[in-house]
């Protein structure tokens, strides 16, 4: 039998991150992940790795990508607006093709907002982290194991496809504890980096690792090429968990934390005899927008339940391509929603 530890979200998150073969960390403390740098201040040395505090959230990316370059797993964590800092060097990872995860743990916004949960940094991981044309891998857990899981999972997704990677908890997952496993996880072999700039000893030709392409007509090709990439992850990589979507007429989309408010409202709909169902989008990019078209042959209605005044809910209706009604049931600033917020939702919806 399997053993089973009681951990918080920010701190198993981290330990799998070790498990999965990360030896630098990077980061800067700010509300609710501060966990997660704190438990790798004091596992870092102990595995011999290396935990660095930066003196800032710009330095501590710039860092990443420095040891990204020589070819290490790598990681940094924060909270929504210590992401708006990393941005920048978000966008140079993306440029240089350099793997890397980062965590955000959302928190209410704008500006510096508050530190209770959120979902507002939809739009900020899947279409403006950073300038330019890109797209990095987003993952949502909706539990603690999750975090362990889809941890692993970034890390591999990063390595395979040469691109940035974030897990985009909430403060809720953060520092709500339950019981994980990480039996059957662990990397030892990891995946050789024939591009990085470790050196050649001379033998091989050196390698560069640049964003800097003066030249405008291969900026392009290396654009096309990496969208070429990017159309290959929307077509294998498209993740999702559809819960009594078989007979659904009405179906909920939701992520992270608010999907499991969501099922309890599902439950109590349909023992009012209500035919819910939910789809629980696990990769944010890409969007899992093959269940929902698929869905919307006999659904009736879609609702997006999220955090926020209404971000993910763009991309229900461009996957179902507007061909049902769309509604959205919210709060925000680190507000919560209740399941019989929901559920009104649900009735409203199926009249």
């Given at each position: 039998m399997s053993e089973k530890f009681?951990?918080?979200?920010?701190?198993?998150?981290?330990?799998?991150?070790?498990?999965?073969?990360?030896?630098?960390?990077?980061?800067?403390?700010?509300?609710?992940?501060?966990?997660?740098?704190?438990?790798?201040?004091?596992?870092?040395?102990?595995?011999?790795?290396?935990?660095?505090?930066?003196?800032?959230?710009?330095?501590?990316?710039?860092?990443?990508?420095?040891?990204?370059?020589?070819?290490?797993?790598?990681?940094?964590?924060?909270?929504?607006?210590?992401?708006?800092l990393k941005?920048?060097?978000?966008?140079?990872?993306?440029?240089?093709?350099?793997?890397?995860?980062?965590?955000?743990?959302?928190?209410?916004?704008?500006?510096?907002?508050?530190?209770?949960?959120?979902?507002?940094?939809?739009?900020?991981?899947?279409?403006?982290?950073?300038?330019?044309?890109?797209?990095?891998?987003?993952?949502?857990?909706?539990?603690v194991q999750e975090m362990v899981s889809l941890t692993f999972d970034a890390f591999?997704?990063?390595?395979?496809?040469?691109?940035?990677?974030?897990?985009?908890?909430?403060?809720?997952?953060?520092?709500?504890?339950e019981p994980v496993e990480f039996s059957g996880h662990g990397r030892t072999d990891l995946p050789p980096k024939d591009w990085a700039a470790t050196g050649t000893g001379g033998k091989r030709k050196r390698n560069i690792v640049n964003s800097l392409y003066l030249e405008p007509d291969v900026l392009e090709r290396m654009n096309f090429a990496r969208f070429e990439r990017y159309d290959t992850i929307k077509e294998k990589e498209q993740r999702c968990e559809e819960y009594l979507t078989e007979d659904a007429d009405v179906i909920v989309v939701a992520f992270g934390a608010s999907s499991r408010i969501a099922k309890n409202a599902i439950r109590e709909a349909r023992a009012r005899g209500i035919k819910a169902g939910l789809i629980r989008p696990i990769t944010l990019w890409p969007f899992p927008e093959k269940a929902l078209k698929n869905r919307a042959k006999t659904a009736k209605a879609f609702i997006s339940a999220e955090l926020s005044m209404g971000q993910m809910i763009d991309d229900v209706k461009l996957a179902i391509e507007c061909s049902r009604p769309v509604s959205l049931v919210n709060r925000t600033g680190g507000m919560v929603f209740s399941p019989a917020e929901i559920l009104a939702g649900i009735e409203r919806a199926q009249e």
């Open positions: 009681l951990m918080k979200g920010n701190e198993s998150l981290a330990e799998a991150a070790i498990m999965a073969g990360c030896r630098h960390f990077f980061g800067y403390p700010i509300t609710p992940q501060t966990e997660l740098a704190a438990y790798m201040s004091k596992r870092m040395p102990k595995v011999g790795g290396t935990y660095l505090q930066a003196e800032s959230e710009i330095a501590a990316i710039n860092m990443v990508i420095g040891a990204s370059s020589a070819g290490k797993r790598v990681m940094t964590s924060s909270s929504s607006p210590g992401i708006s941005s920048e060097g978000i966008s140079y990872l993306a440029g240089m093709d350099l793997p890397a995860l980062i965590v955000n743990i959302q928190r209410g916004g704008p500006g510096l907002g508050g530190i209770q949960p959120a979902q507002s940094d939809y739009f900020q991981a899947t279409r403006a982290n950073g300038h330019g044309d890109f797209h990095i891998l987003v993952f949502s857990p909706s539990t591999d997704l990063a390595d395979l496809y040469r691109m940035p990677a974030m897990i985009l908890g909430d403060g809720i997952l953060g520092q709500m504890m």
